[in-house]
């Protein structure tokens, strides 16, 4: 976007949104620029979601060729196999968000994520992974952060019919707005290292079940050296065993995880689109919120489990206060 001021076209265009949420918080859309890793099926969720609201640019990661897999959950593939030959993830679902909304600039980036430095980062507003293992969130995580300007950074994971976000916002203001009265505000968030080092026993007794199992699956992962999703109903002991040691090592009682929802996560390792839509719609209000500085922010996990349905938010942060 050129300039300070939405364009005739821009307001035209996204003249029912503004009337939502501001001229102000569209302007500071049209700014923005987004990364995207992991073009899975909550991710092309979210991308459409914020394409369609016009943000200002998007880059798309993901090397990886078209698989079975992909097709089953990721909309923006072209029916088409010949179409598909020879072209990545990422150059496929940039070819069809282009045709979401041709005023939003979409572009690929091509490499490994982890290989890419600090001052790469530097060019996006928000960045966010999907699927990743535990070592490139924290690290990816840990790279925004070292930045001279704040950089939102998201994790998404979708696993059969269960999601996860964390949202990492730093030091975050944002104004929140009761009936007349509009209240300045101040979020302090941890980081994902720091959020998921919190004592298991320091939590509230009623914390999603969900955020116990995805841990013991995160550390099952890395310690098999498997990449996210690979793992199958044969693991299942293995990772029984594992939640034993870590539930003794927290002093956290067991049924805290229960086995029927460990064997869920194991055996169901794709994504199941309904809830790809449900996660992927949370997450692209989440970052139009983050950009906007509208609307009370997400801190900093957010569950999803269709089995009964319900969306939780938890607030996984150190109590004790930095010196």
């Known amino acids: 976007m050129v300039g300070e001021e939405l364009t005739e076209q821009e307001t035209a265009l996204y003249d029912r949104q503004i009337r939502v949420w501001g001229a102000d918080a569209q302007r500071r859309l049209s700014k923005s620029h987004i990364l995207v890793y992991g073009m899975k099926g909550t991710i092309t969720e979210f991308c459409k979601n914020i394409v369609l609201a016009g943000v200002g640019s998007l880059t798309l990661v993901d090397d990886r060729a078209v698989t079975e897999e992909a097709l089953s959950a990721n909309f923006l593939m072209p029916p088409d196999e010949n179409v598909c030959s020879g072209k990545t993830l990422a150059e496929l679902c940039r070819d069809s968000l282009n045709e979401f909304n041709p005023m939003v600039r979409v572009s690929v980036e091509k490499g ?14 928000v960045v966010v992974i999907s699927f990743c293992s535990l070592a490139t969130k924290k690290l990816i995580n840990e790279r925004c952060r070292k930045l001279s300007k704040r ?26 707005k009761r009936l007349d009265e509009t209240t300045e505000c101040e979020l302090q968030y941890p980081s994902f290292q ?15 079940k969900l955020y116990f199992a995805m841990r013991v699956i995160e550390r099952f992962e890395e310690a098999e050296g498997r990449k996210p999703g690979e793992i199958c109903i044969e693991d299942l002991p293995a990772v029984l065993k594992l939640k034993k040691e870590i539930c003794e090592a927290q002093s956290l009682n067991e049924s ?59 607030d996984i942060s150190d109590p004790t206060p930095k010196r």
């Open 256 to 314: 805290h995880i229960p086995n029927a929802l460990l064997e869920r996560l194991v055996t169901g390792t794709r994504e199941f689109p309904p809830v790809c839509a449900i996660i992927g719609g949370i997450l692209g209000q989440e970052v139009i919120k983050a950009i906007s500085g509208k609307g009370d922010p997400l801190k900093n996990f957010f569950f999803f489990d269709s089995v009964d349905g319900k969306g939780i938010i938890e």
């Open 112 to 125: 490994d994520l982890t290989s890419f430095g600090v001052e790469f980062f530097d060019k996006f507003d």
């Open 194 to 208: 720091e959020a998921i080092s919190v004592p298991w026993r320091s939590l509230p007794r009623k914390v999603s």
């Open 151 to 176: 950089v939102s950074f998201y994790t998404v994971d979708c696993r059969d019919c269960c999601g996860e976000i964390f949202v990492d916002l730093q030091k975050y203001n944002y104004a929140m």
